[in-house]
């Protein structure tokens, strides 16, 4: 990852919605690295959501819960699972604050 969007993603959230969301969490600053220093709260809310989109094959606001089974451990009732809530309203809200806090 660039030093200059690490920063979006460390550190992880103490707490997650679902199972899955960690394993998104983790592809989305793996994505985060391929890209080049972002500019502003624009292009990052713009890169979020498209490459959720991407990852899940859908998009995020369509379910309150995703299956991505390259998610799934193999274990737990929430196993593979990605919950829009989380999402929507502490993993993105997150990044764009540290985002916003750092500019």
């Known amino acids: 990852m660039t030093a200059q969007n690490n920063y979006l993603f460390e ?5 997650w919605g679902l199972r899955g969301d ?4 983790r592809e989305l600053k793996e994505a985060a690295g391929q890209k080049e220093k972002i500019i502003s709260g624009e292009e990052l809310a713009h890169f979020l959501a498209s490459t959720v989109d991407s990852i899940i094959e ?10 991505l089974a390259r998610y799934d451990p193999g274990s737990g009732l929430s196993k593979g699972k990605i919950s829009t809530l989380f999402w929507l309203h502490t993993g993105f809200p997150l ?9």
Request: with cysteine; aromatic share 14%; glycine share 0%.
């Open 58 to 67: 859908d998009k995020l606001c369509n379910k309150e819960i995703h299956y």
């Open 95 to 103: 990044i764009m604050s540290r985002f916003h806090d750092a500019q």
């Open 22 to 25: 960690p394993y998104l969490w």
């Open 11 to 15: 550190p992880e959230p103490a707490r």
